[in-house]
């Protein structure tokens, strides 16, 4: 969860991160009371348990007349003993409970504020097209994937209610193309692909972070008390957990192939035509195990390989530096790369990275041996492709006759293809 030793040191960065976040600042100050009370409990706990193995080893070497006495005494402490027992376990997992409530610690720099406190870092890529200069009105991803037949929400809400879809004909070959791109491109960086389970347990989902104020979100099985994934990461989190990690020769790195699952609780009203905002679909996810020293620079080289897929996109972009009050609960800080909507003449997320620094090792129990101790490991993680993706590839490339120009990298995974007609 959270370093216990620095924060009873020092609860000022803590309540620092509370007040940036505009979360709960006192919520500190209940976790070090729980901590102390908790201590207190064990320690009170464990001086009866010497007295009664004390008492219990006199037993032997007591006279027949002094023997009544003192195995009334060694019932009388098991009594005592057992009720400390007790109040210590129940202070334990009050403190455990609170202290999980704590989300991560930012880190310096992050933006203070909510949502709409973002900072800009930079836009990227070619300047958006001027489609008035053109001469022609652009057409949303929706019916441009409609008239490419590649996209079919009527049939998807038919079958599975609103926010679903089938990807169909060049539909499914353009996110298939953009996926084993994204494959390829994380193979040649060094990171090993993994296809990951979609279903955990809440171990790992409470262990990742997802449990706080995205519970909502999640879609939960419990007949089989098992939660689906909303992105690979909670199951590429889980992989190495309660085990010792060698990174001597540098981080672990896996790349998360999934569907991914998320009920969207919170997002009525926005974005619900098409694609932008649905219940399923497909990411590859790249996720990163690292000694904590080295993790700001991991996340610089995150940002870059996702900046190096949107490059290949030919997509007009911007790097944002996302505000503490939008960071997930496991997020010390988080960059975001929007593509340009022409449609929506605004900027819509296709990729987050975000370094969690120790928050979810700990929590998972993710260690590394380094001169004879054991250190929480960092984990990083960032999205590399995603199905969304292919609503800023269709609009952003369309052309006045409805077809779509195919970004030069993807042609080769699309057979040649250089064009998408429509039907």
Known sequence: M???????????????????????????????????????????????????????????????????????????????????????????????????????????????????????????????????AEGFEPKDHLEIGEKLDAIDVERGAKISGSRFYYLKGIGARLELAMMTMALDQAVAAGFTPMMTPTLVTPQVMGGTGFLNEHSDEIYYLPADDLYLVGTSEVALAGYHMGEILDLSDGPKHYLGWSTCYRREAGAAGRDTRGIIRVHQFNKAEMFSFCRPEDAEEEHKKFLAWEEEMLAKMELPYRVIDTAAGDLGTSAARKFDCEAWLPTQQRYMEVTSTSNCTTFQARRLGIRERRDGQMFPVATLNGTLATTRWLVAILENHQREDGSVRVPEAMRPYLGGIDVLEPR
């Open 2 to 132: 959270i370093d216990m030793r620095a924060l009873r040191e020092d609860p000022e960065p803590a309540r620092a991160s509370q007040r940036a976040r505009g979360a709960d600042v006192e919520l500190v100050d209940r976790i070090l009371e729980a901590d102390t009370k908790r201590r207190e409990l064990l320690q009170e706990f464990e001086q009866l348990r010497s007295q009664q193995k004390e008492v219990s080893r006199s037993v032997g070497r007591a006279s027949k007349e002094e023997r009544p006495a003192i195995l009334a005494e060694a019932k009388e402490l098991a009594a005592r003993v057992k009720n400390a027992e007790a109040a210590s376990n129940e202070a334990g997992e009050e403190a455990d409970k609170l202290a999980r409530m704590l989300p991560n610690l930012i880190l310096p720099g992050v933006p203070t504020g909510g949502e709409e406190d973002f900072v800009v870092l930079r836009h990227e890529g070619p300047e958006p097209r001027d489609f008035a």
